[in-house]
């Protein structure tokens, strides 16, 4: 059974600090990873997407990804209250499939 | 901007009521997507489709759902009859391509099942 796994949270961070949200996948032959935002109640938007080793950056988010340890995070600087939300990570695996973790629950606290 | 589009977005039946779901991909997005979403949980995956074509419909529950795209555009779920368990998010998604491209959903459809 191929696994995403994510710390449910919630993650509280104070307004202003960096949010650092992690995920780890089971599946070596993976070969592209997604980071979603989902507001509560609504559908996923995809924020970041990474295929490479290393960082990416885009605008106050960067995903960072190490396919060595099977690991992949999402930072975001300068967090805001309008960032809280729940952030699903979502490896497509060897067969091109999207598997989905459950979700980690950011808070940014004024 | 291109959006997915579903219908409708809220839904409440009964229990061994019919339910059908409605979704228009993004124009020129060849995969499309259905998804169930519980709770507390990540999407998984229902159906996916090429075109008009099932590529993966491992994890759909063939005995009482059922998925078209008849003309590889807009697409159809149904579900019969309807289980208090099928009570979800039923999210559609849409991508250009399958390999290595990125999906972008719909609002979705909220299910109560009475």
């Known amino acids: 059974q191929k696994e995403v796994e994510q710390n449910s949270g919630p993650l509280s961070v104070p307004e202003g600090a960096i949010a650092s949200l992690n995920c780890t996948y089971s599946?070596?032959?993976?070969?592209?990873f997604f980071w979603y935002r989902q507001y509560s109640g609504k559908s996923p938007e995809l924020i970041m997407f990474i295929y490479s080793n290393g960082d990416k950056e885009d605008g106050r988010f960067t995903a960072q990804l190490n396919k060595a340890s099977q690991y992949v995070s999402l930072l975001i600087r300068d967090s805001q209250p309008s960032d809280s939300a729940t952030y699903l990570c979502a490896v497509m695996d060897s067969s091109y499939k999207l598997i989905f973790g459950s979700g980690t629950r950011l808070l940014v606290r004024p | 901007e291109a959006e997915v589009a579903q219908s409708p977005r809220y839904k409440i039946t009964e229990k061994s009521q019919a339910v059908a779901f409605w979704c228009d991909p993004i124009s020129g997005h060849a995969t499309l997507y259905w998804y169930r979403q519980i709770l507390g949980q990540g999407p998984e995956l229902l159906v996916q489709?090429?075109?008009?074509?099932?590529?993966?419909d491992s994890q759909l529950p063939k005995d009482r759902f059922s998925a078209e795209r008849l003309k590889g555009v807009d697409s159809t779920l149904k579900i019969q009859p309807a289980e208090l368990g099928d009570s979800a998010m039923y999210l559609c998604?849409?991508?250009?391509?399958?390999?290595?491209?990125?999906?972008?959903f719909g609002p979705g459809t909220r299910l109560t099942v009475l």
């Open positions: 489709f090429q075109d008009e074509s099932v590529v993966d």
């Open positions: 599946d070596r032959g993976s070969q592209s």
């Open positions: 998604a849409s991508s250009f391509e399958t390999r290595n491209n990125e999906q972008f």
